[in-house]
C-alpha cells in the first residue's frame, strides 16, 4: 500500500517578504480517505490544495509520500488551442496512457459528465459550465491516487454535480483519496473521514460532521454481497439504517440525495455487491408516526 501523503511542518507565501499565508501545516492524508477543507475566503484553502496537489511547493518545510494526482482548479483556462476531446486525450497521454486509451476515456467522461455532444467544440467557445465539465474529465481520465477538488461542483448542472459526488465515490473506494473544498456545507455532508478548517496561516481538525440529514426524503436499497460478506464501511457509513436480512444480506436507508453515492460504492466494491432493490422510502418523521 501507498504511503500516506504528508505536509510536515509546511508553510508558503509569495516573496521573500510576502505574508505566510500558510505556516507550520501538519498534514496527513491517508489512501482510500475523503476529506473536507474548510475555512473563510481569503484563508488559505487553495493554497492548501496546490500544496497538496503538487501544483505550488512549500516555501519551509516538506512534503512527502507523493501520489499520482489530478487537480482541478477553481478556475479553468477555457481558451486552449484544442477541441474538448482533443484536449482530454492529449492530457490523457501526458498522464501516461496510451493514445487509444486516453482517446476512449474523454470520451467516456464526457458522455458521464453530460458533455459528448460538445467533444469536437474548440475550448473557446464552451460555456463555462461546460468548460468545468472539462476540467472535471481531465482529472479523472487517468484514475489518480489523490484527487485534489477546489470548487469543483461550481458551475455543474445538477447531472453532472451528481456525477462527480460519484466519481468520489469510485475513487474512494478504488483505495483513493479525494480532499476537496465547497461553499456548499451539504456537499457530500457526513460522508467525509476528516473535516479541516483553514485560520489564522495555520490548518486545525474539525469535529466530525453530522450524518446526512435523515429527516428528508430516503431510498431503500436491498444488497446481497457474499455470504460471510461484510458491508463496506463508506456503504455503512453513507447509509442512516443497516439492517441484515440474512447472510449477507442488507437492507439499507438513506437520504435520497446520496443514494447514487452509496450505489456507486456497493457497485465498485471488491468484490461488488449485487444491488437486489431500489425504492422509495420514507422521511424520518414518517417513521416515527
Not at 499565508?21 to 475555512?39: H, K, N, S, T
Not at 477538488?149 to 479525494?178: F, N, P
Request: proline share 9%; hydrophobic share 40%; net charge positive.
Amino acid at each position: 500500500m501507498r504511503p500516506d501523503l504528508c505536509l510536515r511542518n509546511a508553510g508558503r507565501r509569495y516573496g521573500l517578504r510576502g505574508p505566510w499565508v500558510l505556516r507550520g501545516v501538519d498534514l496527513a492524508v491517508a489512501p482510500g480517505r475523503l476529506v473536507r477543507i474548510e475555512g473563510a475566503n481569503g484563508s488559505g484553502k487553495s493554497t492548501l490544495l496546490r500544496l497538496l496537489a503538487g501544483i505550488d511547493a512549500p516555501s519551509e518545510g516538506r512534503v512527502t509520500g507523493r501520489p499520482r494526482t489530478a487537480y482541478v482548479p477553481e478556475r479553468f483556462p477555457p481558451s486552449l488551442p484544442f477541441t474538448a476531446a482533443a484536449y482530454l486525450t492529449h492530457l490523457g497521454t501526458v498522464h501516461g496512457l496510451a493514445r487509444a486509451t486516453a482517446a476512449r476515456a474523454a470520451g467516456e467522461w464526457l458522455e458521464r459528465l453530460g458533455a459528448a455532444a460538445y467533444a469536437e467544440t474548440p475550448m473557446a467557445r464552451l460555456s463555462k459550465g461546460s468548460s468545468q465539465k472539462v476540467a472535471v474529465a481531465q482529472a479523472l481520465l487517468a484514475e489518480p491516487e489523490l484527487l485534489v477538488l477546489d470548487e469543483a461542483w461550481t458551475g455543474l448542472d445538477t447531472a453532472a454535480r451528481a456525477e462527480l459526488e460519484r466519481a468520489v465515490a469510485e475513487r474512494t473506494a478504488a483505495g483513493g483519496s479525494v480532499v476537496f473544498v465547497d461553499h456548499d456545507p451539504r456537499r457530500l455532508a457526513g460522508l467525509p473521514d476528516a473535516t479541516y478548517a483553514v485560520r489564522d496561516a495555520g490548518v486545525v481538525r474539525q469535529e466530525p460532521s453530522p450524518a446526512p440529514d435523515a429527516s428528508g426524503p430516503h431510498v431503500l436499497v436491498e444488497v446481497q454481497g457474499p455470504p460471510d460478506g461484510r458491508l463496506p464501511e463508506d456503504a455503512r457509513r453513507t447509509a442512516t439504517a443497516a439492517e441484515e436480512t440474512g447472510p449477507g444480506r442488507y437492507r439499507l436507508s438513506v437520504p435520497a440525495p446520496h443514494s447514487d453515492v452509496l450505489l456507486r460504492t456497493l457497485l465498485t466494491a471488491r468484490p461488488p455487491w449485487h444491488v437486489v432493490s431500489v425504492t422509495p422510502g420514507t422521511t424520518a418523521q414518517e417513521r416515527q408516526r
